[in-house]
């Protein structure tokens, strides 16, 4: 597609539910990465995959947080047991290869636990 | 652990005046620099990006510097206009290029 896709633009849900935020990158682009925005603050790296694969994981911040892209493209970010905490935005971003040129962000879906 | 801290948080100008924002980050073995806008609600647009080896880049009214060996970068914007009414992030990444990692932004307000 022409920009990174970002699906929904707006979620809200109970705590203790699961929620999958989805993020349909550039074609083509191979690095897909997750990042996390509060209010006020810039965005905090969650994961990055190169590909199929997660090439680093090291932002999730617990385990009730896992990401998969079984296809190299689509990527699907899943929250159990949200808790209010996780309010947030979610950015999604892309590039063609890793190391910044071309990469582009999503709109994000803001989630909001209650 | 890299850290990026920008200045100031919030900024107010009458439009028309040139202004400088400030990023300074903790660890000098970085790839890149980039800068970005975000508006209210929306994602993130790239602005510049500066290689490490590089010291300067230039697009338009925008014109961001890099000097690694003191941790630090600069935006400037010439002659602002309302529409430059953003909050503008500074980010690096680390250096292996796989995450960026961001400061926490400046909220610039250009007022007509």
């Known amino acids: 597609g022409a920009g990174v896709s970002q699906t929904p633009s707006n979620k809200v849900t109970e705590k203790g539910k699961y929620v999958e935020l989805r993020c349909d990158p550039i074609?083509?682009?191979?690095?897909l990465y997750w990042y996390r925005q509060s209010l006020g603050q810039g965005p905090e790296f969650l994961i990055y995959?190169?590909?199929?694969?997660?090439?680093?994981d090291s932002g999730l911040p617990n385990d009730r947080f896992f990401a998969v892209r079984p296809e190299g493209s689509v990527s699907t970010l899943k929250i159990q047991r949200t808790e209010r905490g996780d309010s947030a935005v979610y950015l999604c971003?892309?590039?063609?290869?890793?190391?910044?040129?071309?990469?582009?962000f999503g709109s994000g879906t803001r989630l909001t636990v209650v | 652990k890299q850290e990026v801290t920008q200045i100031p948080a919030a900024l107010s100008v009458p439009e028309g005046e040139n202004l400088v924002l400030n990023c300074s980050f903790t660890d000098s073995a970085i790839y890149n620099l980039q800068w970005f806008r975000q508006d209210p609600g929306k994602g993130l647009t790239s602005l510049l990006l500066?290689?490490?080896?590089?010291r300067e880049q230039t697009s338009g009214r925008l014109n961001a510097s890099l000097d690694k060996s003191s941790g630090r970068s600069t935006l400037y914007i010439a002659a602002s206009q309302p529409g430059d009414s953003a909050t503008y992030l500074c980010a690096v990444f680390d250096n292996q290029g796989g995450k960026l990692i961001f400061g926490q932004g400046t909220e610039l307000s250009v007022k007509p």
């Open positions: 971003a892309s590039s063609p290869y890793p190391g910044g040129y071309g990469y582009t």
């Open positions: 995959f190169q590909g199929t694969g997660a090439a680093d």
């Open positions: 500066i290689q490490s080896s590089q």
């Open positions: 074609s083509g682009h191979t690095a």
